[in-house]
């Protein structure tokens, strides 16, 4: 798959940047690297590699502990939302700079 210059002006416009045609020439020849990376990284045989739960061991991980095992604390009960205890409506807004009766009122952060 490689990406077009109608792609990058299709992003570029949905993320409101105004990219000058040297970024736009950048941006394709990086994005079009990166697939292409990809697409090697896609030959290669996984099949003996098992699925990884985490990919990094910074979160305080019991070092002592082998594969999986190490990553037990991730885990946590499935609760559906309605047995679930919420935060009171109320409670959740007493905070908001400037609540409206039901919602957070934020600013409006993007102009066209």
Excluded: C, W
């Excluded at 992003?11 to 090697?40: H, K, Q």
């Excluded at 019991?62 to 095992?69: C, F, M």
């Amino acid at each position: 798959m490689k990406v077009t210059e109608k792609d990058v002006s299709y992003v570029a416009e949905l993320a409101n940047l105004d990219l000058t045609d040297r970024e736009r020439a950048g941006m394709l020849r990086d994005l079009n690297s990166i697939l292409e990376y990809v697409d090697r990284l896609d030959e290669l045989d996984t099949s003996d590699v098992p699925p990884m739960a985490q990919v990094s061991d910074r979160y305080g991980v019991d070092q002592s502990k082998r594969g999986s095992e190490r990553f037990l604390y991730a885990m946590r009960e499935d609760i559906p939302d309605g047995l679930r205890k919420s935060l009171p409506h109320e409670e959740a807004l007493a905070n908001a700079p400037d609540p409206d009766e039901q919602f957070f009122r934020v600013p409006k952060v993007i102009e066209r």
